[in-house]
């Protein structure tokens, strides 16, 4: 599936994003994802339960049942995608937030991980002090 809409790859984009900053524990309750991009992007529930459902027909993220919570819809990202600084900061993603998102290996962005790991005394190439 190709995105030609430049409108729907941004939107896209912006959701990917705030799935690996804001939920990085790998599964995010629909529910959950929808408040949030209301609450930060003013975006409409149905806007997000849409763009949700793209990401998961073109592979990004997969999307299963909770059976022990009513059966709401639990996403998972499949493949993460790095997240540009300039839209973290936007997103006001926190230094945790920088350390706990999944990073290719050697890039910028895992430089960026990097020195949010040592802000937190955590990194693994430095020495932590």
């Known amino acids: 599936m190709d995105v030609d809409d430049a409108e729907l790859r941004e939107d896209l984009a912006i959701l990917a994003a705030a799935l690996q900053v804001r939920f990085p524990d790998r599964g995010a ?28 027909d073109l592979g990004v993220l997969r999307c299963s049942r909770d059976l022990g919570d009513n059966w709401s819809k639990v996403f998972e990202v499949l493949d993460r995608p790095h997240v ?35 802000a937190l005394g955590q990194a693994i190439h430095v020495l932590n002090r």
């Open 84 to 118: 540009p600084p300039g839209l973290a900061i936007e997103m006001g993603a926190t230094v945790e937030d920088l350390a706990l998102t999944v990073h290719p290996h050697p890039t910028l962005p895992e430089a960026i991980m990097e020195t949010a790991e040592a």
């Open 29 to 56: 309750r629909e529910q959950s994802v929808v408040e949030y991009m209301a609450i930060r992007f003013r975006w409409p529930a149905n806007r997000t339960r849409r763009r949700l459902q793209s990401l998961v």
